[in-house]
C-alpha cells in the first residue's frame, strides 16, 4: 500500500483522443458500475456500521466509551502499541541498513523471513507462541519454575503483535535506501563522521518520509490486530486489546455498546488514512520544491513489491 | 531529526513500560476468577456483592478479575499458564483436566466444598420465536423435519455439553430407549443444527441477532438473560417436561491463589456462593440455588420441570468424554455425516 | 559472515545491524516456529497426517482455497474496473473513491467483520432483502466470499493502477488508427500489457485472503465441512483442548505459507522480466 497509497492521483487524461477514448455513454455505464461496487462494498459497511454505533444517540455512544472495561482496553492496545512500534521501528532501520548497505551470504533467506508474517495466518503465529511459551510448551517448565507469564499475558501480546506488524517499517525503508545509494554516506565518512552520526544525520532525515509511512503502517495494524491476540489472550474484562473488546462485547448482548467502541478503531483507520494522504502531500511539495531528491521508484515492479507491505491477514 | 526520533523511542518505549507495569500494580490485592460463557453478568454482580462485605472489614484494596469463555477452552488456558486463583467452570471433566495435567489443585477438589463443589445449578431449556411458531414444546420435536436447532459445539462449549447430554439422558429415559437409542436421537437432532457456535454465548447471538434457526437449546439462565438483553428482539422460553440437572461446579487453584497470596481469599470467595445472599443473585440469574428457600426468597418462580442427573444416565464426565466427544468420538461421527 | 562480504566495507555497522535483526528475528520468529516444528514432531506421523487430512480440515481447506480463488477473480474483475475508472475518466467524486479503495486496508479486520455480519444479517440493510430472496450472506460461503472480497479488493486496485496510469495512449490511439475497433484494441493492446500486474494483484490478493481470520470469525458460524475455513480449524482444536491436532494443523498451514511465499515471489520477478 505503500508506494501505491503514496502515489498520487494523476489528473484524468482530460484529453479526448480519436479512437483511444470510449464513448461517453460507455463511459458512464462504467463509472457507474464502479460507482455502485464500492458504494455497496465499501461505503455502505462504513456507514451502517456508525449508523449502528450512534444509533442511540450521542449519550449513550459516550457511555460505551467511557466504561471502565472500555478505558482499560483503550490503555491496553495503547501500551502494546508504544511498546511494539518503537522495536518494530529500531528493527526495520537495522535489517534495512543491513540489507541495503552490505552483501552477505543468506542475504535472500533473510529478505523472505521478512515477507514471512505477509504470507502466514496470524492464528498460526498463536499456535507458536503457545508452542513455546505455554505452560506444557517448550519453555514451560522453566517459566512456570521462574513464576514467569507469557502467554495470556502482556509479554505474549506484545510478542504476538510484533511477530505480526515487524516487516512494515522495514518493508517501507528497503526501497527507499536502496534507490539512495550510499554516496552520501560515504562522502560523510571520508569526512570523519562517525558511523552513528552518519546515520543519525546523513541517513535518517534522507529516509524519514519512508519511516514515517512505515510507522503509521505499523501502529494502525498493531491496534488492529485480531487474529494472534485472540489465541493468546487471557480473556480477562480489561485486559484485551480493543478489537477483542469488541469481539466481546459482540457476544454479551451488547451490540451497540460493541459498535461504538469499533467505530473507535475505524475513526482510527480513517485518520490513519488522512495522516497518510497528509504526509503524502507534503512529502510532493518537499519533493516538488526541489528540498530533496529521491528516486523513488515508480516503474511497476516497485509498486508490486511495496503494495505486499500491508499484506498481513488478521 | 535525529533528536526527536531518539527521544520518540525511548520516550514511547518507556511509557508502554510503565503503563504495562501499572496493568500489574503489585500493590493491590487481586483475584482472577476464570469462568466460562454465560455467567459474565452474573459474577459481575457476586463480585460487587463479595466486594462491598470484604470493604467492610479490610483496608486493603481488592480487585476481582473475570475471565469468560467457552469452558474446554478456558480450562486449557489455565493449564497453558492462565493464572486463575478460582475457577467456575462448566463442567467437573475441565476442572479434572486441569488436575491431571498440571497438579496445580489436588484431584479431590470436588470433595472440598458442598454438593461436589457445585453451589447452584441449571437445567436446558429452549428458546423459541415469538409466539411459537413452530409449536417446539419437547425434546421430540428437535428432530421434526424443518426444525432447525441451535447449540454451540458440544466439544469446545462446556454449556453444551449439557445440552447435548440432556437431549441423550431424554430419548435414554424414554420406553426401551438405550444407549443406541439415545445416540441416534443426538445424531438426528443435529442434523438439523445449521450452525455450530464455538461458545454459547455465540449461539445465543446467532439465535437472537442473528435471526437464525427455530429454536435454542441453552440453559435457563442464560436464556432468561439473553432475552433480557435482547435490545428489541424477542422470543420465549420453553421448558420441556423432563431435562437434565447441569451442575457447573467451582474450585480453588491452591498453587496459583497460594502464589499470590490470597488463598484464603479465594476459599472464602467460594464459600461465600454457598451464602443467602449469593444464592438470592444466582436465582435472581435464573441458576437454581442450592438453599431451598433461596429462590422464594428472590421472588423468582422457576417452573416445574423433572430433572435427572448425568450420573443417573450413564456414569460420569470421564466416561461421556471418551464415548462422546474425544476425538473421533460420537459427536465426531455424527458432524462426519453432515459431509455433502 | 565476514570473510563473505566482500563488497563495500567502508560503511559501518555490518556486525550491530544484521546482529540484531538476526536476533530479533530469532526471538520473535525462529525460536517460536522451532518449538512448534518440536512440539510437532512429537506427534509422530501418523498423528498428524490423522489431523491434517481429517477430513473435516479437508473441507476448510477447500473452502479457504475456493473462496479465496473466488474473491480474488472477482476482485480482478471489479478492481480492474475501479483502476481503470479511476485513471481513465474523470467524474465527481473521483478523488474520495481513490480514498476510499483503501478503506479495507486500514480498517481492523475486526471492525469489517462486525460489520459485514450486521450488514448482511437479517435485520442488516442488505440482509432484509437478501435474506427473504434465499441468499443468506452471514453463515454461509456467500458471506465468506464477501468478507474475502472486502478484505483483498484494494491489492489488485493498487497494483493495477499505477501501471495502467503509466500506460501510453499513443499505442491505442495507433491501433485505433489502424482499423482497430475500441474493444479490439483494449482486448488486444491494453489488456496484454496490464496482464503481468493483474495475475500480480491477484496473487497478493489471493494470498491476503487465505489468511485472513478475524472478519470470517465474525460472518461465517464455523459450520463444519460447510463454512469453516482453516485458521478456524485450528481455532477449533485449540478450543476443544486438542494441542496436537492444534499444532499439526499449525504446521501444515506455515508450510503452505512458505510454498505462497516462494509462488508470490516467483509471479513478481515474472512479472518485472515480462514488463521490461
Same mark, same amino acid.
Given at each position: 500500500?505503500?508506494?501505491?497509497?503514496?502515489?498520487?492521483?494523476?489528473?484524468?487524461?482530460?484529453?479526448?483522443?480519436?479512437?483511444?477514448?470510449?464513448?461517453?455513454?460507455?463511459?458512464?455505464?462504467?463509472?457507474?458500475?464502479?460507482?455502485?461496487?464500492?458504494?455497496?462494498?465499501?461505503?455502505?459497511?462504513?456507514?451502517?456500521?456508525?449508523?449502528?454505533?450512534?444509533?442511540?444517540?450521542?449519550?449513550?455512544?459516550?457511555?460505551?466509551?467511557?466504561?471502565?472495561?472500555?478505558?482499560?482496553?483503550?490503555?491496553?492496545?495503547?501500551?502494546?502499541?508504544?511498546?511494539?512500534?518503537?522495536?518494530?521501528?529500531?528493527?526495520?532501520?537495522?535489517?534495512?541498513?543491513?540489507?541495503?548497505?552490505?552483501?552477505?551470504?543468506?542475504?535472500?533467506?533473510?529478505?523472505?523471513?521478512?515477507?514471512?508474517?505477509?504470507?502466514?495466518?496470524?492464528?498460526? &503465529?498463536?499456535?507458536? +507462541?503457545?508452542? @513455546?511459551?505455554?505452560?506444557?510448551?517448550? *519453555?514451560?517448565? =522453566? %517459566?512456570?519454575?521462574?513464576?514467569?507469564?507469557?502467554?495470556?499475558?502482556?509479554?505474549?501480546?506484545?510478542?504476538?503483535?510484533?511477530?505480526?506488524?515487524?516487516?512494515?517499517?522495514?518493508?517501507?525503508?528497503?526501497?527507499?535506501?536502496?534507490?539512495?545509494?550510499?554516496?552520501?554516506?560515504?562522502?560523510?565518512?571520508?569526512?570523519?563522521?562517525?558511523?552513528?552520526?552518519?546515520?543519525?544525520?546523513?541517513?535518517?532525515?534522507?529516509?524519514?518520509?519512508?519511516?514515517?509511512?512505515?510507522?503509521?503502517?505499523?501502529?494502525?495494524?498493531?491496534?488492529?490486530?485480531?487474529?494472534?491476540?485472540?489465541?493468546?489472550?487471557?480473556?480477562?474484562?480489561?485486559?484485551?486489546?480493543?478489537?477483542?473488546?469488541?469481539?466481546?462485547?459482540?457476544?454479551?448482548?451488547?451490540?451497540?455498546?460493541?459498535?461504538? &467502541?469499533?467505530?473507535? +478503531?475505524?475513526? @482510527?483507520?480513517?485518520?490513519?488514512?488522512? *495522516?497518510?494522504? =497528509? %504526509?503524502?502531500?507534503?512529502?510532493?511539495?518537499?519533493?516538488?520544491?526541489?528540498?530533496?531528491?529521491?528516486?523513488?521508484?515508480?516503474?511497476?515492479?516497485?509498486?508490486?513489491?511495496?503494495?505486499?507491505?500491508?499484506?498481513?491477514?488478521? | 531529526?535525529?533528536?526527536?526520533?531518539?527521544?520518540?523511542?525511548?520516550?514511547?518505549?518507556?511509557?508502554?513500560?510503565?503503563?504495562?507495569?501499572?496493568?500489574?500494580?503489585?500493590?493491590?490485592?487481586?483475584?482472577?476468577?476464570?469462568?466460562?460463557?454465560?455467567?459474565?453478568?452474573?459474577?459481575?454482580?457476586?463480585?460487587?456483592?463479595?466486594?462491598?462485605?470484604?470493604?467492610?472489614?479490610?483496608?486493603?484494596?481488592?480487585?476481582?478479575?473475570?475471565?469468560?469463555?467457552?469452558?474446554?477452552?478456558?480450562?486449557?488456558?489455565?493449564?497453558?499458564?492462565?493464572?486463575?486463583?478460582?475457577?467456575?467452570?462448566?463442567?467437573?471433566?475441565?476442572?479434572?483436566?486441569?488436575?491431571?495435567?498440571?497438579?496445580?489443585?489436588?484431584?479431590?477438589?470436588?470433595?472440598?466444598?458442598?454438593?461436589?463443589?457445585?453451589?447452584?445449578?441449571?437445567?436446558?431449556?429452549?428458546?423459541?420465536?415469538?409466539?411459537?411458531?413452530?409449536?417446539?414444546?419437547?425434546?421430540?420435536?428437535?428432530?421434526?423435519?424443518?426444525?432447525?436447532?441451535?447449540?454451540?459445539?458440544?466439544?469446545?462449549?462446556?454449556?453444551?455439553?449439557?445440552?447435548?447430554?440432556?437431549?441423550?439422558?431424554?430419548?435414554?429415559?424414554?420406553?426401551?430407549?438405550?444407549?443406541?437409542?439415545?445416540?441416534?436421537?443426538?445424531?438426528?437432532?443435529?442434523?438439523?443444527?445449521?450452525?455450530?457456535?464455538?461458545?454459547?454465548?455465540?449461539?445465543?447471538?446467532?439465535?437472537?441477532?442473528?435471526?437464525?434457526?427455530?429454536?435454542?437449546?441453552?440453559?435457563?439462565?442464560?436464556?432468561?438473560?439473553?432475552?433480557?438483553?435482547?435490545?428489541?428482539?424477542?422470543?420465549?422460553?420453553?421448558?420441556?417436561?423432563?431435562?437434565?440437572?447441569?451442575?457447573?461446579?467451582?474450585?480453588?487453584?491452591?498453587?496459583?491463589?497460594?502464589?499470590?497470596?490470597?488463598?484464603?481469599?479465594?476459599?472464602?470467595?467460594?464459600?461465600?456462593?454457598?451464602?443467602?445472599?449469593?444464592?438470592?443473585?444466582?436465582?435472581?440469574?435464573?441458576?437454581?440455588?442450592?438453599?431451598?428457600?433461596?429462590?422464594?426468597?428472590?421472588?423468582?418462580?422457576?417452573?416445574?420441570?423433572?430433572?435427572?442427573?448425568?450420573?443417573?444416565?450413564?456414569?460420569?464426565?470421564?466416561?461421556?468424554?471418551?464415548?462422546?466427544?474425544?476425538?473421533?468420538?460420537?459427536?465426531?461421527?455424527?458432524?462426519?455425516?453432515?459431509?455433502? | 559472515?565476514?570473510?563473505?562480504?566482500?563488497?563495500?566495507?567502508?560503511?559501518?555497522?555490518?556486525?550491530?545491524?544484521?546482529?540484531?535483526?538476526?536476533?530479533?528475528?530469532?526471538?520473535?520468529?525462529?525460536?517460536?516456529?522451532?518449538?512448534?516444528?518440536?512440539?510437532?514432531?512429537?506427534?509422530?506421523?501418523?498423528?498428524?497426517?490423522?489431523?491434517?487430512?481429517?477430513?473435516?480440515?479437508?473441507?476448510?481447506?477447500?473452502?479457504?482455497?475456493?473462496?479465496?480463488?473466488?474473491?480474488?477473480?472477482?476482485?480482478?474483475?471489479?478492481?480492474?474496473?475501479?483502476?481503470?475508472?479511476?485513471?481513465?475518466?474523470?467524474?465527481?467524486?473521483?478523488?474520495?473513491?481513490?480514498?476510499?479503495?483503501?478503506?479495507?486496508?486500514?480498517?481492523?479486520?475486526?471492525?469489517?467483520?462486525?460489520?459485514?455480519?450486521?450488514?448482511?444479517?437479517?435485520?442488516?440493510?442488505?440482509?432484509?432483502?437478501?435474506?427473504?430472496?434465499?441468499?443468506?450472506?452471514?453463515?454461509?460461503?456467500?458471506?465468506?466470499?464477501?468478507?474475502?472480497?472486502?478484505?483483498?479488493?484494494?491489492?489488485?486496485?493498487?497494483?493495477?493502477?499505477?501501471?495502467?496510469?503509466?500506460?501510453?495512449?499513443?499505442?491505442?490511439?495507433?491501433?485505433?488508427?489502424?482499423?482497430?475497433?475500441?474493444?479490439?484494441?483494449?482486448?488486444?493492446?491494453?489488456?496484454?500489457?496490464?496482464?503481468?500486474?493483474?495475475?500480480?494483484?491477484?496473487?497478493?490478493?489471493?494470498?491476503?485472503?487465505?489468511?485472513?481470520?478475524?472478519?470470517?470469525?465474525?460472518?461465517?458460524?464455523?459450520?463444519?465441512?460447510?463454512?469453516?475455513?482453516?485458521?478456524?480449524?485450528?481455532?477449533?482444536?485449540?478450543?476443544?483442548?486438542?494441542?496436537?491436532?492444534?499444532?499439526?494443523?499449525?504446521?501444515?498451514?506455515?508450510?503452505?505459507?512458505?510454498?505462497?511465499?516462494?509462488?508470490?515471489?516467483?509471479?513478481?520477478?515474472?512479472?518485472?522480466?515480462?514488463?521490461?
Amino acid at each position: 500500500m505503500a508506494g501505491s497509497v503514496r502515489r498520487k492521483l494523476t489528473p484524468a487524461n482530460t484529453r479526448s483522443r480519436r479512437g483511444a477514448d470510449e464513448s461517453r455513454l460507455t463511459q458512464w455505464i462504467l463509472i457507474s458500475v464502479a460507482a455502485i461496487f464500492v458504494g455497496l462494498f465499501l461505503v455502505l459497511p462504513l456507514v451502517s456500521m456508525f449508523y449502528e454505533a450512534f444509533r442511540r444517540g450521542p449519550m449513550a455512544y459516550f457511555a460505551a466509551l467511557t466504561q471502565e472495561n472500555t478505558l482499560d482496553s483503550i490503555r491496553y492496545t495503547l501500551t502494546i502499541a508504544l511498546l511494539v512500534v518503537p522495536l518494530n521501528a529500531l528493527f526495520g532501520m537495522a535489517a534495512a541498513w543491513a540489507l541495503t548497505r552490505f552483501q552477505f551470504r543468506g542475504k535472500a533467506l533473510l529478505t523472505t523471513l521478512i515477507d514471512l508474517p505477509f504470507a502466514i495466518s496470524p492464528v498460526v &503465529v498463536g499456535v507458536m +507462541l503457545i508452542a @513455546l511459551f505455554g505452560y506444557q510448551g517448550w *519453555l514451560g517448565p =522453566w %517459566l512456570r519454575e521462574h513464576d514467569l507469564k507469557v502467554v495470556f499475558a502482556l509479554p505474549g501480546m506484545v510478542l504476538a503483535t510484533v511477530f505480526v506488524t515487524f516487516p512494515f517499517v522495514a518493508r517501507e525503508l528497503i526501497p527507499m535506501m536502496q534507490s539512495q545509494g550510499t554516496e552520501p554516506e560515504q562522502a560523510a565518512l571520508t569526512l570523519g563522521a562517525s558511523g552513528w552520526q552518519v546515520f543519525w544525520h546523513v541517513t535518517l532525515p534522507s529516509i524519514k518520509w519512508a519511516l514515517l509511512y512505515g510507522l503509521i503502517l505499523t501502529t494502525a495494524r498493531a491496534m488492529g490486530e485480531f487474529g494472534a491476540v485472540f489465541v493468546v489472550s487471557n480473556r480477562i474484562a480489561g485486559e484485551m486489546p480493543i478489537p477483542l473488546w469488541v469481539d466481546n462485547l459482540n457476544a454479551d448482548h451488547r451490540g451497540s455498546d460493541a459498535f461504538a &467502541v469499533a467505530s473507535l +478503531l475505524a475513526f @482510527l483507520a480513517l485518520g490513519t488514512l488522512m *495522516l497518510k494522504a =497528509w %504526509l503524502e502531500s507534503r512529502h510532493q511539495r518537499e519533493e516538488a520544491a526541489g528540498m530533496w531528491i529521491t528516486a523513488a521508484p515508480v516503474v511497476n515492479s516497485g509498486e508490486s513489491e511495496t503494495a505486499f507491505t500491508s499484506n498481513t491477514p488478521s | 531529526m535525529a533528536r526527536i526520533v531518539r527521544a520518540w523511542l525511548f520516550g514511547s518505549l518507556l511509557l508502554g513500560a510503565a503503563l504495562g507495569i501499572s496493568c500489574t500494580d503489585p500493590h493491590r490485592l487481586s483475584l482472577l476468577n476464570v469462568s466460562f460463557d454465560p455467567t459474565r453478568e452474573f459474577f459481575g454482580e457476586i463480585n460487587a456483592a463479595f466486594l462491598k462485605n470484604w470493604q467492610a472489614t479490610n483496608a486493603t484494596v481488592l480487585r476481582i478479575q473475570q475471565s469468560h469463555g467457552g469452558s474446554a477452552k478456558q480450562a486449557r488456558a489455565v493449564i497453558d499458564g492462565l493464572d486463575a486463583d478460582v475457577v467456575t467452570l462448566a463442567l467437573g471433566h475441565d476442572i479434572d483436566r486441569i488436575s491431571g495435567e498440571t497438579r496445580i489443585l489436588p484431584s479431590d477438589w470436588q470433595q472440598r466444598l458442598p454438593n461436589h463443589s457445585t453451589p447452584y445449578t441449571s437445567t436446558v431449556v429452549f428458546v423459541v420465536r415469538k409466539g411459537n411458531p413452530k409449536n417446539i414444546v419437547n425434546w421430540p420435536d428437535l428432530v421434526r423435519l424443518g426444525v432447525e436447532v441451535i447449540t454451540p459445539n458440544p466439544k469446545s462449549s462446556g454449556g453444551a455439553r449439557w445440552n447435548y447430554m440432556a437431549a441423550y439422558g431424554w430419548a435414554r429415559r424414554q420406553p426401551g430407549g438405550d444407549d443406541r437409542t439415545a445416540r441416534e436421537f443426538v445424531a438426528r437432532m443435529f442434523q438439523n443444527v445449521p450452525v455450530l457456535d464455538s461458545g454459547s454465548r455465540g449461539a445465543t447471538v446467532t439465535f437472537l441477532q442473528r435471526g437464525i434457526g427455530d429454536v435454542l437449546l441453552t440453559w435457563e439462565s442464560e436464556a432468561h438473560q439473553a432475552l433480557s438483553h435482547a435490545e428489541g428482539l424477542s422470543g420465549e422460553i420453553v421448558t420441556p417436561p423432563e431435562s437434565i440437572v447441569a451442575e457447573p461446579p467451582v474450585a480453588v487453584i491452591d498453587r496459583n491463589a497460594r502464589k499470590h497470596g490470597v488463598l484464603p481469599l479465594a476459599e472464602s470467595y467460594l464459600r461465600f456462593l454457598y451464602t443467602e445472599e449469593a444464592q438470592g443473585i444466582a436465582a435472581r440469574y435464573y441458576f437454581r440455588p442450592q438453599l431451598e428457600d433461596a429462590a422464594e426468597k428472590a421472588g423468582v418462580h422457576f417452573p416445574p420441570i423433572v430433572r435427572f442427573t448425568l450420573a443417573e444416565i450413564c456414569g460420569d464426565w470421564r466416561t461421556v468424554h471418551e464415548a462422546h466427544f474425544a476425538t473421533d468420538g460420537w459427536f465426531d461421527q455424527i458432524q462426519s455425516r453432515r459431509r455433502p | 559472515m565476514k570473510q563473505t562480504c566482500k563488497t563495500r566495507r567502508l560503511l559501518p555497522g555490518f556486525r550491530l545491524t544484521l546482529g540484531f535483526t538476526l536476533f530479533y528475528l530469532s526471538v520473535v520468529v525462529l525460536v517460536p516456529m522451532s518449538a512448534m516444528i518440536l512440539r510437532g514432531s512429537g506427534i509422530g506421523w501418523d498423528g498428524f497426517w490423522k489431523h491434517v487430512l481429517h477430513p473435516r480440515a479437508i473441507a476448510a481447506y477447500q473452502l479457504s482455497l475456493v473462496a479465496s480463488l473466488t474473491a480474488a477473480l472477482l476482485n480482478v474483475l471489479f478492481g480492474t474496473l475501479v483502476a481503470w475508472v479511476l485513471v481513465r475518466y474523470t467524474f465527481p467524486g473521483r478523488r474520495l473513491m481513490d480514498a476510499l479503495v483503501d478503506v479495507p486496508f486500514a480498517l481492523p479486520t475486526a471492525v469489517a467483520g462486525l460489520t459485514l455480519g450486521n450488514l448482511y444479517g437479517p435485520q442488516g440493510w442488505i440482509g432484509q432483502w437478501l435474506i427473504p430472496m434465499g441468499i443468506a450472506g452471514v453463515n454461509s460461503r456467500f458471506g465468506v466470499v464477501i468478507a474475502l472480497m472486502f478484505v483483498s479488493l484494494p491489492f489488485v486496485v493498487r497494483t493495477v493502477q499505477p501501471v495502467l496510469e503509466s500506460f501510453e495512449q499513443e499505442v491505442e490511439e495507433a491501433a485505433a488508427t489502424l482499423g482497430a475497433g475500441r474493444w479490439r484494441t483494449f482486448f488486444r493492446v491494453v489488456l496484454p500489457t496490464l496482464l503481468p500486474s493483474i495475475i500480480t494483484g491477484f496473487a497478493l490478493a489471493f494470498a491476503r485472503a487465505l489468511g485472513e481470520f478475524g472478519s470470517i470469525q465474525f460472518v461465517s458460524g464455523s459450520i463444519p465441512f460447510k463454512t469453516e475455513i482453516a485458521p478456524q480449524i485450528l481455532i477449533q482444536h485449540l478450543d476443544e483442548h486438542e494441542t496436537a491436532g492444534a499444532i499439526a494443523v499449525a504446521l501444515f498451514l506455515l508450510i503452505i505459507s512458505f510454498l505462497i511465499l516462494g509462488t508470490i515471489n516467483l509471479i513478481e520477478s515474472w512479472a518485472r522480466r515480462f514488463q521490461n
